[in-house]
């Protein structure tokens, strides 16, 4: 049978979503990704704009502070910077409403138009 759909922290980083970090991937993409994904999961954690406004600038800050670093150091602060993440998931992460998972996502959507246009009678049948 097939696995449920995975809930939490398992969905807030499935294995699927590790292939952005690849080693294969340049320094700089990995970097970028890297930060983007640190401020989504900072605002999964934050109850509020201003704190996630708060954490993100510690964020960028961590970033600044190691813009300078030799190839070799900056590696492994993009490896512990990943790990680090992926301890820092949340269990029950944010998803915008229109996404797959959200409250809105596919709500009315259209029936098909076989069985649309199956359930109504003939025009010619409404004009009589």
Known sequence: ???P??????????AARNGPFA??????TRVVRLYRTSLRTARDWAVDIELWIVEA?????QFDKN?????????????EGLAKLIDYRHPDPYIP???????KYQRNVPPPPELANSSHPPDEFLMK
């Open 97 to 103: 409403n229109y996404l797959k998972g959200g409250s």
């Open 23 to 28: 080693p294969s991937l340049s320094h700089t």
């Open 1 to 3: 049978p097939p696995l």
């Open 5 to 14: 759909p995975p809930m939490g922290a398992a969905a807030s980083m499935p």
């Open 67 to 79: 813009r300078d670093v030799g190839p070799a150091r900056a590696r492994q602060l993009v490896d």
């Open 57 to 61: 600038t510690k964020i960028r800050a």
